[in-house]
């Protein structure tokens, strides 16, 4: 089978947005085998999209598109494709009283367009949209496949996985078993990474091992076909293993983990409490561990004290001390992280300061960060050194102290 | 002059990058008014090549090409639009001396496939790499005009910017100019603010204006041709005026203009200094501010209090009033905005509380937030009925605040 992607939007030939669903519809389908030959983005406008829609049917089966579903004017995939190969749009009840349902919930006001985005093409598969309004669908006519996608990435990448890939395989008439399973790595550079595990990269074909870099550091992709979905991951498991013995103290877990679900999770486990004093990343270690359902059982609470002036007044750090090691150290990191635990009575405290940047802070160069852990009767500091900017920096800050974290939970 | 942009390169196909040169080439040629009617991806097939840049000449005049420039065998950018044009490769001597120089500099092996990166069109302007070593070219043949560029984006970026940008000028023999501003709004959805404003948008054709949602809300982009820049501003400026006053108080921002940005940008133009405490946003009020150098000036400090029992012990909050009211009320956002700002003895005090999701928080749905901002001698809050996801809840409510925060601002 041999695929085309089609993104479609103006904002795209504008060059105001970057085309990432290509990428990640394109690396989906060559997991599962799917050749694509071409990726197209076509503007808001219906002659050209067709246009490409022609060129697309004459050298490709399965025609992706994503964007162009939404409620204005200028949204017309569907009706362009709806025209092209003589289908008619049909309003979908379900899509409409969900759509009813999200301005009734939220107080908004339903314009007219908006019940635009419920028609779908007659005949076609309805991909539920379980992050926005508009409905996807999958739609098998004149030897081609068609499969309609929302832009925004949050809406459209679940809905691929989830509804699109199980639609090609059947759409395929597939029995072999494909699974997959990511491995997630922190504190380890891609190269690093690739050059301690070179042999394992070079001698497997099943599972297939493929490298990723991420914003949450490093993933390695194994992907093994097998009659059964059992029999392949009885092939994935003993490959794990093989990473966890030569790589696995920067392994800090799978699939969809991220440092924080994790952080989250062991907290949890372990029924320990924690409390963070913060100040180049004011409240961003806080924030990345409150974006997990259930946490107020172990996240009490937080300081942010982004001057010294605060760091002395609201956690009662010694003046003579910041004096003597400045507030970028490794006394004033675990004086936080002492600090704020016994203030909220947690069972671990967290003290995160530094330089962030751009200019050098209190005598250290940007990207200096002093990260401290107290636990158990004891404090342990963490230097960093980063050369991203002052954002980038903030979250590896952020994203180091909870590796260091999860290190420090997993042995509790 | 209309324009395709073919970036070349399996890699892309494989979903392993993402094409971000389209976007970089895209939005330039946008800028200097050059249309891009298609961006198209293929692979490292010569077949495939061809039979894209066929379909390119059909319907653009400028073909901008990125990758396939390199030493290896899978590279062949140029071999292919030589043979389509029937146009001859000829080694570049200056472009091979900068390439042996720079074996020489470095003192790696020169192997003959790197003298192939000198090979270039016969007849072409050379445009020099400085960042890399396989040159660009520019040619006009067969009535187009054909831009080589290579695939990594910091030999790319400079060498379109520079030398390929000034090259279509003088091919297109011009002297218009192009000026856009993008005005960006909040607190209204997309739908919403296209109706409002429909018979602005229906009636416009120079300035053009073109709607685009992003993370931070929803923008307009207003580009309008005139002979000067000047002049183009002048068409630009009662189009705002219009906006302004149809939906002035949506409005926070023009161009690179975030809504953390704006915020501290208005806090430390006003002198006012700023402290908050959060409990669903858990900091990730506090961290967006932070997001910005020299922030320190107005951001003192804040606290998370993420429990009933920290709003009381670390803000001391009023027992019987939590209880009367619950922690998701307007009475428990005021009194947290109040209190912080008392604590941290600034201008400014915020408090944050609601239901993040995804299930029901002291008797309230997911998606309901308060928001207390206390300022001078007053204290205001504001209601959200959200009905995203958990953290898209969270960000849309850190997000408003800073929109109604720069509200407030404004008029301080």
Redesign the interface.
Request: aromatic share 6%; glycine share 8%; with cysteine.
């Given at each position: 089978m041999k695929a085309e992607i089609i993104a479609v939007g103006?904002?795209?030939?504008?060059?105001?947005?970057?085309?990432?669903n290509?990428?990640?519809?394109?690396?989906?389908?060559?997991e599962i085998g799917v050749?694509?030959?071409?990726?197209?983005?076509?503007?808001d406008?219906p002659a050209?999209l067709e246009?490409?829609i022609r060129?697309a049917e004459e050298?490709a089966d399965l025609l992706v598109f994503s964007g162009g579903l939404?409620?204005?004017?200028?949204d017309l995939t569907k009706e362009t494709i709806a025209r092209h190969i003589g289908i008619a749009l049909e309003m979908d009840e379900d899509a409409l009283h969900s759509i009813e349902d999200?301005f009734e919930?939220?107080?908004?006001?339903m314009?007219a367009?908006?019940r635009k985005q419920a028609l779908v093409l007659k005949g076609s598969t309805i991909l539920a949209n379980h992050?926005g309004m508009a409905p996807g669908m999958a739609l098998a006519a004149n030897d081609h496949i068609y499969i309609l996608l929302p832009g925004?990435p949050?809406e459209m990448e679940p809905m691929f996985e989830k509804l699109a890939i199980p639609y090609v395989h059947r759409a395929l008439g597939r029995k072999e078993a494909i699974v997959s399973t990511v491995v997630k790595f922190y504190g380890i550079g891609e190269a690093e990474l690739a050059f301690k595990v070179q042999d394992l990269l070079d001698s497997q074909s099943n599972p297939t091992i493929a490298p990723?870099a991420s914003r949450d550091g490093v993933t390695l992709r194994l992907t093994a076909k097998a009659d059964t979905p059992e029999l392949a991951r009885t092939l994935i498991l003993p490959v794990i293993g093989d990473l966890q013995e030569q790589v696995g103290e920067f392994i800090y877990g799978f699939d969809d983990d991220t440092l924080s679900s994790k952080a989250a999770e062991l907290l949890q486990e372990k029924g320990l409490s924690i409390s963070?004093a913060?100040s180049?990343?004011?409240?961003?270690?806080?924030?990345l561990?409150?974006?997990h359902?259930g946490?107020?059982v172990a996240?009490?609470?937080?300081?942010?004290?982004?001057?010294e002036?605060?760091k002395i007044r609201?956690l009662g750090l010694d003046p003579a001390m910041l004096k003597r090691h400045g507030v970028v150290s490794s006394e004033c990191a675990g004086a936080l992280a002492a600090s704020v635990r016994k203030?909220?009575l947690t069972d671990i405290g967290i003290g995160l300061t530094g330089a962030?940047?751009?200019?050098p802070h209190d005598g250290q160069p940007a990207g200096t960060v002093w990260i401290g852990i107290s636990f158990a009767g004891s404090t342990e500091t963490y230097q960093l050194k980063l050369s991203g900017s002052?954002?980038s920096n903030?979250m590896r800050a952020a994203n180091f102290t909870l590796y260091y974290l999860i290190r420090k939970l997993r042995t509790a």
């Amino acid at each position: 089978m041999k695929a085309e992607i089609i993104a479609v939007g103006s904002e795209l030939l504008l060059g105001q947005i970057t085309n990432t669903n290509a990428r990640f519809i394109s690396s989906r389908l060559a997991e599962i085998g799917v050749d694509v030959y071409y990726q197209t983005v076509a503007g808001d406008n219906p002659a050209r999209l067709e246009e490409a829609i022609r060129i697309a049917e004459e050298r490709a089966d399965l025609l992706v598109f994503s964007g162009g579903l939404g409620p204005t004017k200028d949204d017309l995939t569907k009706e362009t494709i709806a025209r092209h190969i003589g289908i008619a749009l049909e309003m979908d009840e379900d899509a409409l009283h969900s759509i009813e349902d999200y301005f009734e919930r939220t107080g908004r006001e339903m314009t007219a367009n908006n019940r635009k985005q419920a028609l779908v093409l007659k005949g076609s598969t309805i991909l539920a949209n379980h992050h926005g309004m508009a409905p996807g669908m999958a739609l098998a006519a004149n030897d081609h496949i068609y499969i309609l996608l929302p832009g925004p990435p949050h809406e459209m990448e679940p809905m691929f996985e989830k509804l699109a890939i199980p639609y090609v395989h059947r759409a395929l008439g597939r029995k072999e078993a494909i699974v997959s399973t990511v491995v997630k790595f922190y504190g380890i550079g891609e190269a690093e990474l690739a050059f301690k595990v070179q042999d394992l990269l070079d001698s497997q074909s099943n599972p297939t091992i493929a490298p990723l870099a991420s914003r949450d550091g490093v993933t390695l992709r194994l992907t093994a076909k097998a009659d059964t979905p059992e029999l392949a991951r009885t092939l994935i498991l003993p490959v794990i293993g093989d990473l966890q013995e030569q790589v696995g103290e920067f392994i800090y877990g799978f699939d969809d983990d991220t440092l924080s679900s994790k952080a989250a999770e062991l907290l949890q486990e372990k029924g320990l409490s924690i409390s963070a004093a913060e100040s180049l990343t004011a409240g961003l270690f806080t924030s990345l561990l409150a974006e997990h359902a259930g946490i107020s059982v172990a996240l009490k609470g937080g300081m942010t004290v982004y001057t010294e002036e605060e760091k002395i007044r609201q956690l009662g750090l010694d003046p003579a001390m910041l004096k003597r090691h400045g507030v970028v150290s490794s006394e004033c990191a675990g004086a936080l992280a002492a600090s704020v635990r016994k203030r909220f009575l947690t069972d671990i405290g967290i003290g995160l300061t530094g330089a962030a940047g751009p200019d050098p802070h209190d005598g250290q160069p940007a990207g200096t960060v002093w990260i401290g852990i107290s636990f158990a009767g004891s404090t342990e500091t963490y230097q960093l050194k980063l050369s991203g900017s002052r954002n980038s920096n903030r979250m590896r800050a952020a994203n180091f102290t909870l590796y260091y974290l999860i290190r420090k939970l997993r042995t509790a």
